[in-house]
RNA sequence: GGGUGAAUAGCGAAGUGGCCAAACGCGGCUGACUGUAAAUCAGCUCCUUCGGGUUCGGUGGUUCAAAUCCAUCUUCACCCA
């Protein structure tokens, strides 16, 4: 357990779930409800740690299972941890590689004991336990990890999800008790899958649990959006207030504010740093596919109503031509603002949650945006 | 002046009697992406009223059938003078 983490509520929006406030970590506060970029290999990809930070971020990822691979966690722990390896001062929370065995194989066989998987990028077989999970981000050296769960792929039956998820928190009790380092804090995941009873059962349990936050995981692998939604609530509702609350994987726009109406305080997700790397651009008035050739001339900002370095300096016609040509740079600015979109979004919001009118923010967005112009 | 080779869709380039509206690459036009196997992937790209129509430098032949064979013209490349 770590002293020095911990949540402080500062304010509950009136009309909604949607809570406000200050996430204390070894590396620095952030507020919450916030969005975290995801950096799995140690780094945001196209980005330096100066143009995460100017973005406004507060935590970001980086991911057990990629850096177990390569360098090592030995190699990280020699560097000085993970802080010191890749030059970022900020809080930095790693996922436990739980995710990776439901997104990495298909011919994974998971046991009581843990998950062995074929990589099929190369081939290699791994095995992670919960202690095995633990002792790499002990030497990663994270503010915020995670137990080691399984991603219970969507569709399964009751059954398979019932027995995945009391396996599920076995392993994070397990987790719990091979965590030494005081100076990190542990996250619990809620499973459970589509089913009610399941996720209750699984969010009472961790809750009963001296975890230092809990993560809802198991959502955006496919499923309805209602689904995703429900599951959220179902879990939610017994997670302890005065801890932090963190939806995994989550990061399109109606998701985050769903998601902070039902009181999640932490987000993250590839999607705005691939989506950039793509061409596809989140603005206030819906997303900007730049590749399209109708912004071959078209010399005005991504999105008038953005602060972020792309937008005050560039244009679309410049966005354009650079994607289409395929240079670095483009992907780096694409970044910049996508991930400057997202953080803002969760600024605005909490701005919203202080004045109680956090309902009606989330209307405005929806209507601003489009509800047909993607999310 | 003589000789040799080549001309294929926007570009490059396969194909050398039927399975060819013609591989593939580039370019062009769209779309997807949610705890990063993702700087990735998918579709469309001669015209069409979806029945079909018009193509492989031009023209004329041979053949049941020609981008593919023959003749000739044009252009280009290289070599010899």
Known sequence: ??????????????????????????????????????????????????????????????????????????????AGGLHAFMNYDGPILTDSGGFQVFSLSSRRKITEE???????????KEFFSPEEA???????????IMSFDECIPYPSTYQYVKRSTERTLRWAKRGLEAHKREDQALFGIVQ??????????????????????????????????????????????YLPQDKPRYLMGVGSIDYILEGI????????????????????????????????AQYKEDFTPLDDECDCYTCTHYTKAYLHHLHRIGEDFGKTLNSIHNIRFLIKLCEQAR??????RFAEFKEEVYAKFGSKRGF
């Open 261 to 292: 109406t039902e009181g999640v305080d932490m987000f993250d997700c590839v999607l705005p740093t691939r989506l950039a790397r793509h061409g596809a651009l989140l603005t206030s008035h819906g997303r900007v596919n730049i590749q399209r």
């Open 134 to 144: 633990i002792r790499i981000e002990e030497a990663l050296g994270a503010d915020i």
């Open 192 to 237: 459970g899958g589509e089913f009610q009873d399941l996720r209750e059962y699984a969010a009472k349990e961790l809750a009963a649990m001296p975890f230092d936050g809990y993560s809802i995981g198991g959502t955006s692998i496919g499923e309805p959006k209602e689904v995703c939604f429900k599951m959220i609530k179902d879990a939610i509702r």
């Open 1 to 78: 357990m770590d002293k020095q983490f911990y949540l402080e509520i500062k304010r509950i929006d009136a009309k909604t779930g949607a809570r406000y406030g200050i996430l204390h970590t070894r590396h620095g506060d952030v507020e919450v409800p916030m969005f975290m970029p995801v950096g799995t290999n140690a780094t945001v990809k196209c980005l330096s740690p100066e143009q995460v930070k100017a973005c406004g971020s507060g935590v970001i990822l980086a991911n057990t299972y990629h850096l177990h691979l390569r360098p090592g966690e030995e190699i990280v722990r020699k």
């Open 351 to 356: 701005i919203a949650i202080k004045e109680d």
């Open 114 to 124: 843990g998950a062995t998987f074929h990589n099929e990028l190369d081939g290699g």
